[in-house]
């Protein structure tokens, strides 16, 4: 775990509500210079504690098949294939899990064809895969990234 100064949790808490709020900006709220925020910012960004990241509506943008796809495989291989399962390119969440699987996957697919072509041949190529289960999201009604910071 990292550790985190009460600076560095706010500049955390200010971003998850608001990703484009300036330096500035940030300096006041929290009360700081702008070259604290500035350099904090930075650590947190080099020391992969933080990403920025533009958040996009799927649906809008022309993604008609977002899924989330749950796992069972085969015991003692959960981390390796989320490891290989990671790598494929149209997912963007992979996690271990417990309860009644053991990975769940999303990811975001143009159409049924895709997403069936990429559960047929990739997805199935992944060794070690006992079973497959798909939810098609049909509408998203919150996406949300603001978790806080731990204190």
């Given amino acids: 775990m990292v550790k985190l100064d ?3 949790k706010r500049v955390m808490e200010l971003l998850q509500k608001d990703g484009r709020m300036s330096f500035v900006d940030m300096a006041e709220e ?6 604290t925020i500035r350099r904090k910012f930075y650590r947190l960004v080099n020391e992969g504690i ?5 958040i996009s509506d799927p649906f809008k943008i022309g993604f008609g098949s977002p899924v989330i796809i749950a796992l069972n495989v085969e015991p003692g291989k ?6 290989q399962i990671a790598k494929l390119r ?3 969440y992979v ?6 699987f053991d990975i769940i ?19 199935s190529a992944v060794e070690g895969i006992r079973e497959i289960n798909t939810s098609l999201l049909l509408r998203v009604f919150k996406q949300s990234f603001e978790w806080g910071v731990a204190l």
Avoid: C, W, Y
Wanted: proline content about 4%; overall charge negative; cysteine-free.
């Fill in 90 to 92: 149209p997912l963007h």
């Fill in 6 to 8: 009460r600076t560095e």
């Fill in 78 to 83: 959960s981390k390796m294939v989320a490891e």
């Fill in 30 to 35: 929290i009360g700081v210079t702008e070259g």
């Fill in 105 to 123: 996957v999303q990811g975001v697919f143009p159409s049924n064809q895709d997403l069936s072509r990429f559960i047929l041949e990739d997805l």
């Fill in 95 to 100: 996690g271990l899990a417990t309860g009644n």
């Fill in 50 to 54: 933080i990403h920025i990241a533009g």
